[in-house]
C-alpha cells in the first residue's frame, strides 16, 4: 500500500481508497506507515508529505503514545481564559466613571485590593477598547486669543 499525492489516494494491491484534502490524520498516520512498514524509510516518507525528519519523528512519538488521535492538530495559543473576564472589564469601566481623574495605576491597584488578578496594562487596553481615555485640555492657539 502506498499514498498517491496526486490523486490524494491511498494505493494498494487491490484498490484504492480517496482521502480528503484536509484529513490531516489520515496523511499523518499513512506518512507513519510508509516510514516504518515500508522499504521508503522515514526521511522519504517525510518529504513525500513535506514535513521535515525532526517533524517525523515528533509525530511517531505522538502516535505511540497517543494513538491516531494524537495526529491530530491543537490549537496553539493561550490555553486559560484571559484575566480581563467579563466582570474585571465592567469593574474597570465602574472605577472609570466614578473617577474619570483615576489613573490606570490607581484603577489596577483598587481592583487588586478587592481580589481581582489584573494588570496596569490591561486596565490601559479595556480603557483603550472602549474609548474611555481621559479628555486633554489643549491650550488655544495665540491666533484664537
Do not use: W
Amino acid at each position: 500500500m502506498h499514498f498517491d499525492p496526486k490523486q490524494n489516494r491511498l494505493v494498494g494491491t487491490t484498490g484504492s481508497l480517496p482521502v480528503a484534502e484536509d484529513d490531516e490524520v489520515t496523511r499523518k498516520l499513512v506518512m507513519l506507515m510508509e516510514g516504518e512498514c515500508q522499504e521508503i524509510g522515514p526521511l522519504k516518507a517525510a518529504r513525500k508529505f513535506g514535513y521535515t525528519k525532526q517533524r517525523y519523528f515528533q509525530l511517531r512519538e505522538i502516535y505511540l503514545r497517543e494513538g491516531s488521535a494524537g495526529l491530530l492538530s491543537k490549537l496553539r495559543g493561550p490555553k486559560g481564559k484571559s484575566r480581563r473576564s467579563d466582570e474585571v472589564v465592567r469593574q474597570i469601566i465602574r472605577h472609570r466613571f466614578l473617577d474619570p481623574q483615576a489613573s490606570v495605576d490607581v484603577i489596577a491597584q483598587k481592583l487588586r485590593q478587592t481580589g481581582f488578578t489584573i494588570s496596569t496594562r490591561s486596565v490601559e487596553r479595556v480603557i483603550a477598547e472602549y474609548g474611555l481615555q481621559k479628555k486633554t485640555l489643549s491650550m488655544p492657539s495665540p491666533r484664537e486669543t
